[in-house]
């Protein structure tokens, strides 16, 4: 790694909010990186904070991980012997594995972070950097993964050949049910619940990502192409989330049959 520094005194399952606290004694991480440094310093810092690490040196061995474990969050280099960072995040997603996925990439991989979150991945950090940096994002996506789980909204929300269960936290498409990230879900429940707004990108990190995500417009289109591919009849020509040039998107269709109240 190009940059590191020693483990920081900080707690990464933690908020300023005391009612927003992530149950570290139940959390697994998974690293898939074949620099041992930040294995290393991960585990450390879980012991520290008490988390469990799981760490693997290659692709392969990260997939059967992946696969095999119940990881909260994966940490996914790019750049892997044997298995492509790019080939281990589309297997893990093809499997069905919906857990969040931080990818840590170079500062030439522009164009693979953005494959990256075409694909899958929920969040990235490039090279060189703080393991702090590291640190601080991988407690925002366990925090941001509770807050969804527990977020409560009574009922369902309704639309022509698309379900979104909230008490479930679970989406149908012509009554099969569609294996969303909690990012996609966020998404799209941030969306259906404002039919016919327009929201914009800054909005959407905002309420998604949260207060001082790095995240640029390229990166929130990729996140919402992946979502119309799951959940749009047809992605070239979308039923459900439309964008609005220059500003954001819309959910154009309104609930029928149901809103948010218990069903």
């Known amino acids: 790694m190009d940059r590191l520094t020693s483990a920081p005194t900080l707690d990464l399952l933690s908020s300023q909010d005391p009612t927003d606290q992530a149950p570290a004694g ?59 960072g790019l080939d281990v995040c589309r297997r893990i997603r093809a499997a069905g594995i919906e857990v969040p996925i931080l990818m840590v990439s170079a500062n030439h991989d522009v ?53 979104i269960d909230f008490g479930r936290h679970e989406v149908l498409r012509d009554g099969e049910a569609v294996g969303l990230t909690p990012t996609e879900f966020n998404l799209l429940a941030l969306l259906a619940t404002r039919p016919g707004r327009v929201v914009s990108r800054a909005e959407m990190i905002q309420q998604v990502w949260g207060q001082g995500a790095e995240l640029d417009a390229r990166s929130v289109d990729a996140h919402v192409y992946r979502l119309r591919r799951k959940i749009e009849p047809n992605n070239e020509h979308p039923t459900y989330v439309h964008a609005v040039p220059g500003v954001g998107y819309r959910f154009d269709y309104r609930p029928v049959g149901g809103s948010l109240t218990p069903a």
């Open 26 to 84: 139940e959390t697994t991480i998974l690293v898939i990186d074949d620099d041992p440094t930040i294995g290393t310093m991960l585990t450390m810092l879980g012991r520290e904070h008490g988390f469990t690490v799981q760490v693997a040196t290659d692709g392969f061995e990260g997939l059967r991980l992946a696969e095999q474990s119940d990881a909260d969050l994966i940490v996914l280099d790019l750049n892997l012997p044997r298995l492509t």
């Open 111 to 163: 164009v693979d972070v953005v494959v990256g979150l075409e694909i899958g991945a929920d969040d990235y950090v490039t090279k060189p950097f703080e393991l702090r940096e590291l640190a601080a994002r991988i407690g925002a996506q366990l925090r941001r993964q509770r807050r969804s789980a527990a977020q409560v909204r009574p009922g369902r929300l309704k639309f022509p050949g698309l379900v």
